[in-house]
T-cell receptor
Framework: DAGVTQSPTHLIKTRGQQVTLRCSPKSGHDTVSWYQQALGQGPQFIFQYYEEEERQRGNFPDRFSGHQFPNYSSELNVNALWLGDSALYLC??????????????FGPGTRLTVL | GDSVTQMEGPVTLSEEAFLTINCTYTATGYPSLFWYVQYPGEGLQLLLKATKADDKGSNKGFEATYRKETTSFHLEKGSVQVSDSAVYFCALSRNSASKIIFGSGTRLSIRP
């Protein structure tokens, strides 16, 4: 059973460009969350998608947008890149279910460098 | 808002030493509490969790107890190994559909 997969592994962009990152959730999971992890920091929540809708959003500007497809995979788009967007972008999948807590499984991340 | 504060690193110990990494949280009610681990070049992995007060989470020799009275969730291990070298994150979440709030991480290095 494949876990959460993300592509690409690494990406280099220049300021002002746009980028799209991709995530495939773990089999059986229907909820995808995105996190930004700056160097030496903990991950910060960007947003969460469920049933192709953005369900929650963290404190990130509108330059950060996303999408979820009918097969539950997801994309994170960032427009007008600036140096501060350089980070490891993590995708996590889960399923709401009915139990007390359902673990979010994290992918290996996409390392984005903005020059 | 909710937040997590954890011990700053790096922490360097010798093999077989006792480990404690302190973590405190700020939140109303009873969030679920977690420790995640990030090994070099790998993604985050859930190490252990506790979902209500006085619960003890444990895994791979690591333990942490949910202390509501002190709003703490300190990570402990009796005898660390070189393979435990990683970055450890304390975190909380309101429920299974909610975002996870992470601390800033503590880098642990174990000397042979």
């Amino acid at each position: 059973d494949a876990g959460v997969t993300q592509s690409p592994t690494h990406l280099i962009k220049t300021r002002g460009q746009q980028v799209t990152l991709r995530c495939s959730p773990k089999s059986g999971h229907d909820t995808v969350s995105w996190y930004q992890q700056a160097l030496g920091q903990g991950p910060q929540f960007i947003f969460q998608y469920y049933e192709e809708e953005e369900r929650q959003r963290g404190n990130f500007p509108d330059r950060f947008s996303g999408h979820q497809f009918p097969n539950y995979s997801s994309e994170l788009n960032v427009n007008a890149l600036w140096l501060g967007d350089s980070a490891l972008y993590l995708c996590a999948s889960s399923t709401p279910g009915t139990s007390e807590y359902n673990e979010q499984f994290f992918g290996p991340g996409t390392r984005l460098t903005v020059l | 808002g909710d937040s997590v504060t954890q011990m700053e690193g790096p922490v360097t110990l010798s093999e077989e030493a006792f480990l404690t990494i302190n973590c405190t949280y700020t939140a109303t009610g009873y969030p679920s509490l977690f420790w995640y681990v990030q090994y070099p070049g790998e993604g985050l992995q859930l190490l252990l969790k506790a979902t209500k007060a006085d619960d003890k989470g444990s895994n791979k020799g690591f333990e942490a107890t949910y202390r509501k009275e002190t709003t703490s969730f300190h990570l402990e291990k009796g005898s660390v190994q070189v393979s435990d070298s990683a970055v450890y994150f304390c975190a909380l979440s309101r429920n299974s559909a909610s975002k996870i709030i992470f601390g800033s991480g503590t880098r642990l290095s174990i000397r042979p």
